[in-house]
């Protein structure tokens, strides 16, 4: 009976976790981005000339604003209700992706798309950085009990 108390000690209330809610409001903020910014019609197409699978290049980087938006959002909400890394790795993992993203799909030179990309990437790398360190160190066993 005392090793779960001191169980529940060292361990975090999972709702509170400030990191999920900020990995959620970047989300929505990824989301509404293209319209903010005005790059999901940009007509910008890439050196050659043509354009991606018949979409411009603003409109990629768009639809993978969207795209990720949604899928970060839904990591977040559910990382509140529990108390694991996995959602953290997995948004860690997301927000390496928005930060390459520019280079990859090749919107560098829309310079409003990859500065988002670039500064809402680096935040989630942090945020969920710092979200799985703390549930690393609130999912580790409690200390053992002094000798008597």
């Known amino acids: 009976m005392a090793h779960t108390e001191t169980t529940q000690v060292y361990r975090t209330d999972p709702g509170?976790?400030?990191?999920?809610?900020?990995?959620?409001?970047?989300a929505i903020w990824l989301f509404i981005s293209?319209?903010?910014?005005?790059?999901?019609?940009?007509?910008?197409?890439p050196a050659g000339?043509?354009?991606v699978a018949g979409t411009s290049i603003g409109g990629v980087?768009?639809?993978?604003?969207?795209?990720?938006a949604v899928i970060v959002f839904l990591?977040?909400?559910?990382?509140?209700?529990?108390?694991?890394?996995a959602q953290e790795w997995l948004n860690l993992l997301l927000g390496i992706w928005i930060f390459?993203?520019?280079?990859?799909?090749?919107?560098?030179?829309?310079s409003g798309a990859?500065?988002?990309?670039?500064?809402?990437?680096?935040?989630?790398?942090?945020?969920?950085?710092?979200?799985?360190?703390?549930a690393r160190r609130a999912l580790a066993p409690p200390p053992p009990p002094p000798p008597v």
């Open 75 to 85: 990591v977040a909400l559910s990382a509140m209700g529990r108390l694991s890394l």
């Open 34 to 45: 293209p319209w903010v910014i005005s790059f999901g019609q940009a007509p910008a197409v």
């Open 100 to 110: 390459v993203a520019p280079w990859v799909l090749g919107f560098v030179q829309l």
């Open 49 to 51: 000339g043509a354009t």
């Open 114 to 134: 990859a500065w988002d990309h670039w500064i809402v990437g680096a935040l989630i790398i942090l945020v969920s950085a710092s979200a799985a360190l703390m």
């Open 16 to 26: 509170r976790k400030w990191q999920d809610w900020a990995n959620a409001i970047l």
């Open 61 to 68: 980087a768009a639809w993978n604003a969207w795209i990720l």
